[in-house]
T-cell receptor, first 111, second 110 residues
């Protein structure tokens, strides 16, 4: 069964606005990853945050992790039409062979 | 590097037919996995491998077989296709945490 669950399932915003997606998970983790999937394509790794980190930045992406609440959020600032995609959180990997994904958030950025 | 490649890109099968989805990676990654993606279900792990000669079942292994004779290749075999196997299949590989995905195979079983 999926470890992570993203919320909301779908999000529609205007270009230039910020987009926030959330991920909740069930068991303790060593790290959490976020991936993006453009329509009809494979997933692409965006960012990894370790369990001892609270916040991490990469360009217009900001990820937070709250291990006490077993939740993470992905913030995309100043969104662009090209950010339109599905976003997935994933847990596991490393020596835990199974990398499991949530069901994703579909983000639509309207020009 | 080509990364992770998958063939074919599209495939239509009749119920009961068998076929093999091909997956190859040129990054010398130890771990390889097969996922299926269905609307509203996200990605579900079918089988995975932690190295040549070693495979294990994921979340939804029934109806699928895998083998890993080389580091580079990880084919997925459908033994007797069923309409429930209509899906998009992704192969992926990694050496640490970051996973690299192939472009996917869209399979329709009629």
């Amino acid at each position: 069964s999926q470890q992570g669950e993203e919320d909301p399932q779908a999000l529609s915003i205007q270009e230039g606005e910020n987009a926030t997606m959330n991920c909740s998970y069930k068991t303790s983790i060593n790290n959490l990853q976020w991936y993006r999937q453009n329509s009809g394509r494979g997933l692409v790794h965006l960012i990894l945050i370790r369990s001892n980190e609270r916040e991490k930045h990469s360009g217009r992406l900001r990820v937070t992790l709250d291990t006490s609440k077993k939740s993470s959020s992905l913030l995309i600032t100043a969104s662009r039409a090209a950010d339109t995609a599905s976003y997935f959180c994933a847990t596991g990997g490393g020596s835990n062979y199974k990398l499991t994904f949530g069901k994703g958030t579909l983000l639509t950025v309207n020009p | 590097n080509a990364g992770v490649t998958q063939t074919p890109k599209f495939q239509v099968l009749k119920t009961g037919q068998s076929m093999t989805l091909q997956c190859a990676q040129d990054m010398n990654h130890e771990y390889m996995s097969w996922y299926r993606q269905d609307p509203g279900m996200g990605l579900r792990l079918i089988h995975y491998s932690v190295g040549a000669g070693i495979t294990d079942q994921g979340e939804v292994p029934n109806g699928y077989n895998v083998s890993r004779s080389t580091t580079e290749d990880f084919p997925l075999r459908l033994l007797s296709a069923a309409p429930s196997q209509t899906s998009v299949y992704f192969c992926a590989s990694r050496t640490g945490y970051e996973q690299y995905f192939g472009p996917g195979t869209r399979l329709t079983v009629t």
